[in-house]
């Protein structure tokens, strides 16, 4: 097949997954949409510029890849997609089927219900005791020049960047469950955790904060009542987070950063080079291609996926010795396979999709998009939990990638930072509840009790002792 044809197959999955959401009752909807969105910049939107403009890959441009320039874009698009066009459209099937399901069981069952922890008194000032604390985490962080940038293997300070974590996930469960009384005062709560989170984005050189927001701000929508003008303005938050991150990010390059910069960009067409800074930052085309050059095997076993993913949930200082890196292990064997990759030390996003392939074939890109398939309802499920625990792990797979960019290996890695980060918020919440117990007013003490009026006889005959 041609490279058009593959990417018709892909348009065309991607298409029933954003059709099949329309079917899909409470808040699932929103991340398979956005998960289409997604996918449709990696394997649709970049493709379509490397066949049309055909760019020479040099230094600095990501966009074109060498490898796929080196066999011609159209051959070499078709190859390397083969894996991608199956596993999406196995993924689309899970979808179709999930929706037809729930459809049927929310006929029968009526109007979805409200997340349980709405109602619990003291959710919200905890989210907004554990926001105080990211916050002070991200100044720390920032202060001592420890954000580190987007493909870090390791964190500068894994103690700040753990504290600072508490910010995102507390930003996230404020935008989606807060429910100030005053119109105004929603709007200026959430413009303000806007701008902290598009602040935070260029902070770390990372999209994710700001996507995060925004499908935060979505899921609200999911919960509230969906309009017109409130889809149409959680996609403007989107692409102007995206597209502002990179401008945002020119204040802090150099005037040579900057003119070689707008070298690259000036070789491509001018209709294209405003959504290259976007194009860049959904690089799963190139995970793809990995994939395709190292081919099915020869990475992890079955067993050690599991094993690995196991010792992921437990905190490395309880476990004595360095875990797995993924991220890590894909740039060096399976990207390193065919990219010389000894002079550079980058942690990559490898694709649920191209992990499977890698791991086990075309069963194993099956197996791969039924874990992302079942952390999605799982992640849906979480938000409507009576358990603050169980509500920050969902949270913080809201502000994360691992449904979007990430496989078994990478999902389960940022599992097993986030229940330690849910722990922690849950000694801030239970500080918080004991807190408010403690200072809300009551009887003292010292007063004797009231005695409680005993009625005798039938009810209105007025007779009481």
């Known amino acids: 097949m041609s490279a058009y044809t593959e990417l018709a197959l892909i348009a065309c999955a991607l298409a029933t997954l954003v059709v099949a959401a329309a079917w899909i009752p409470g808040v699932a909807r929103v991340f398979v949409i956005a998960q289409a969105a997604f996918w449709s910049l990696s394997y649709v939107a970049r493709p379509v510029v490397l066949l049309v403009v055909k760019p020479d890959p040099h230094y600095g441009d990501n966009v074109p890849d060498p490898r796929l320039a080196e066999y011609g874009y159209d051959d070499s698009i078709a190859l390397v997609l083969h894996h991608v066009v199956f596993g999406l459209w196995v993924y689309a099937m899970l979808i179709v089927g ?105 902070a770390t050189e990372s999209k994710t904060p700001i996507l995060g927001a925004a499908l935060a701000v979505a899921v609200r929508f999911a919960l509230v009542g969906w309009t017109k003008g409130k889809a149409v303005g959680v996609m403007v938050i989107a692409v102007l987070g995206i597209g502002g ?46 994939a395709y050059f190292h081919g099915p095997g020869f990475w992890v076993a079955p067993d050690e996926v599991i094993r690995h993913a196991t010792l992921t949930l437990i905190p490395a200082q309880l476990l004595g010795t360095e875990k797995f890196q993924s991220g890590t292990a894909w740039a060096n064997d399976v990207r390193g396979a065919s990219v010389d990759m000894t002079r550079v030390s980058v942690s990559l996003a490898e694709g649920n999709v191209n992990e499977g392939y890698v791991l086990g074939g075309y069963a194993g890109v099956v197996v791969s998009v039924a874990f992302t398939f079942g952390l999605l309802l799982a992640w849906a499920k979480s938000l409507y939990s009576r358990y603050f625990p169980i509500v920050v792990l969902g949270l913080a797979m809201t502000g994360a990638s691992s449904l979007f960019e990430r496989g078994i290996l990478g999902s389960m890695e940022a599992l097993g930072k986030f229940v330690q980060s849910a722990v922690l918020a849950w000694l801030i919440y239970l500080a918080v509840k004991e807190y408010r117990r403690r200072a809300r007013p009551g009887p003292s003490p010292l007063s004797p009790p009231q005695a409680t009026p005993v009625f005798i006889g039938k009810r209105g005959s007025g007779q009481w002792v």
């Open 98 to 202: 999930y929706a037809t399901w729930s459809r049927l069981r929310s006929s029968m069952l009526g109007v979805a219900r409200e997340p349980a922890m709405i109602a619990d008194p003291d959710f919200i000032p905890a989210l907004v005791a554990i926001y105080a604390v990211g916050v002070l985490g991200r100044g720390a962080t920032i202060a001592a020049g420890a954000t580190g940038h987007a493909g870090d293997v390791d964190s500068a300070n894994p103690i700040l960047n753990f504290v600072a974590i508490l910010g995102t996930i507390a930003a996230l469960g404020l935008i989606i469950f807060a429910r100030p009384a005053r119109q105004l005062t929603t709007v200026l709560m959430l413009g303000g955790l806007l701008v902290m989170e598009l602040g935070w984005t260029v």
């Open 245 to 290: 991150f990179g401008w945002l990010q020119s204040f802090k390059s150099t005037e040579f950063a900057k003119s070689e910069s707008a070298l690259t960009n000036s070789s491509y067409p001018p209709m294209v080079q405003p959504f290259l800074s976007i194009l860049r930052r959904f690089d799963l085309l190139e995970a793809a291609t990995d």
